[in-house]
């Protein structure tokens, strides 16, 4: 049973269209992440949540947004995205109240900007 | 700010071998390491974790160990099969900034019968 899952699995969106990806999680975990990846890179942490508290990395750009409502959901909003955005986008969950807390990943979301 | 590196190089071997991958990060301790498998156009899964004051872990075929003078761990698949044929990543656990989580850019195996 899936237990981060996101959607859609592939996305097309035009150049400057606000886009947005969707995860749910059914661990109940405190913590998800959002990760933009990128071929043959590292995953790049955008930003992620410790409960609602929201914590942005230094780098990642103002176009990405993010919104949790509840301990279930986590969206990712893209607002004006270029063709730069085209990525993998993956989000995960940890309950990182434990120091051994693994993070646990949903199928990611192909993003590709024409 | 914190950095976490594996050497990017794609690493060839044959089946039957001990696969070994590097993991350097600085600035930042004490640290929780961990291990991820990546297949293909899927999400990271997670393998192993070790913390800064344990020396190895293992699980079955996996060893992981640490060396906090290198700030260096060495992953170490042992009797490797063309199945464990992946992109392996490190990443470091931060947990006083909220559970932070980043990765090193990966390791590519690639197992030859």
């Known amino acids: 049973d899936a237990m981060v899952i996101q959607n859609p699995r592939y996305q097309v969106t035009q150049f400057g269209k606000p886009v947005t990806l969707s995860c749910s999680q059914t661990l109940n975990h405190n913590v998800m992440y959002w990760y933009q990846q990128k071929s043959s890179q590292a995953p790049k942490l955008l930003f992620h949540?410790?409960?609602?508290?929201?914590?942005n990395e230094a780098d990642t750009p103002d176009n990405f947004q993010s919104r949790r409502p509840n301990t279930s959901f986590c969206f990712l909003d893209i607002r004006s995205p270029g063709l730069g955005d085209a990525a993998m986008y993956l989000c995960?969950?940890?309950?990182?109240?434990?120091?051994?807390?693994?993070?646990?990943f949903g199928q990611g979301t192909r993003l590709t900007v024409v | 700010s914190q950095k976490i590196e594996q050497n990017s190089e794609a690493l060839n071997i044959q089946e039957g071998k001990t696969a070994t991958l590097t993991c350097n990060y600085t600035?930042?301790?004490?640290?929780?390491l961990q291990w991820y498998r990546q297949d293909p156009g899927r999400g990271p899964v997670f393998l192993l974790l070790?913390?800064?004051?344990?020396k190895e872990k293992r699980k079955e075929r996996l060893k992981v160990t640490f060396d906090t003078t290198l700030k260096q761990s060495l992953f170490h698949i042992t009797a490797s099969q063309p199945a464990d044929s992946a992109t392996y990543l490190c990443?470091?656990?931060?947990?006083?900034?909220?559970?932070?989580?980043?990765f090193g850019q990966g390791t590519e195996l690639s197992v030859k019968p």
């Open positions: 949540y410790y409960d609602k508290d929201f914590n």
């Open positions: 070790i913390r800064e004051n344990e």
């Open positions: 995960a969950t940890s309950r990182a109240a434990r120091m051994n807390a693994e993070a646990f």
């Open positions: 600035n930042y301790s004490p640290a929780y």
């Open positions: 990443a470091l656990l931060i947990y006083n900034q909220g559970g932070k989580l980043i």
